[in-house]
């Protein structure tokens, strides 16, 4: 796969751009680019309409209609790959021309989200940002982080009650998975500042509802807790929360104003990543032993 490339000299000498050719991937190979790069070493760009993006999107994904992408082509970094999806692959195969027209080295994503087979979020373009505005700062992204991560143990937790022996194995298991997830949050909490103040992390956090993802406790619930639910079904659900949470952070890291608060959404993000993969191999771990898929 086509690795990070620094803007060349024309482009930094205020040169035009030599045109480039567009590379194209399929899924799994766009899928396999993802996981093996870091947030912040390409751009994820969704050419659709926003409707089209609100259904259903890939996590991390910016909205940038192709109608709109001759004008607002600046928005988009020249010092990393860009990598774009429509529906079908043909607006995105369009916008992929526009772009390494001007320079851009372009990822260009066959078949687009009809054909795509990984993890999708959902939501506008503000979904769950209100809980990470702009200049939020490290220790509130921290805080948040953690809160989503509690909450959404604390619904496992609930849903373990009332669940069939199936489900609430399965729900236990993830009740204990967001029990690392919270460690992860406090260990980057001392890397940040080694003499942070747990309690006032731990109090910040009481104070949010929200789940991952910026999901509210309500509609994680009707997620959550609608049983009859297979095990397999449970961890669909919580593959769709990890989504929605890496999503969240890659928006936010995209508007954050401080540096740090940026930094630490990207780690987040790359967090998540690992989550979801974790999750797939344990939904492929029930498949592979017979159990309800």
Known sequence: MPE??????DTAAGMAPRPTTPTDVTPAEAQEYLRGHEAGQYSLIDVRQDWEYEEEHVPGARLLPLAELADRMSEVPRDRPAMVYCRSGKRSAAAAGLLAGQ????????????????????????????????????ADVLA????????????????????????????????RFEEGHKAMVLRLAREHDPVFDKDALLARAADTAAVEGGFAPQEASARLCAMPAPAADVLETAMAFEAQALDLYMRASARAEGEEAARLLRTLAD??????????????GLGASGEDA
Request: charge should be negative; glycine fraction near 10%; aromatic fraction near 8%.
């Open 4 to 9: 990070s490339k620094t803007e060349s000299k």
């Open 103 to 138: 320079g851009y080295e372009v990822l260009n994503i066959l078949g687009g989200m009809s054909a795509w087979q990984g993890a999708a979020a959902e939501g506008d373009t503000a979904q769950g940002l209100e809980y990470l505005p702009e200049d939020a700062s490290a």
């Open 271 to 284: 967090e998540e990543k690992r989550h979801l993969q974790v999750l797939d191999r344990m939904l492929a």
């Open 144 to 175: 948040l982080a953690y809160a989503m991560e509690a909450n959404l143990g604390t619904f496992y937790a609930m849903c373990a009650e009332s669940a069939d022996a199936g489900a609430r194995e399965a729900f236990e298991r993830l009740a």
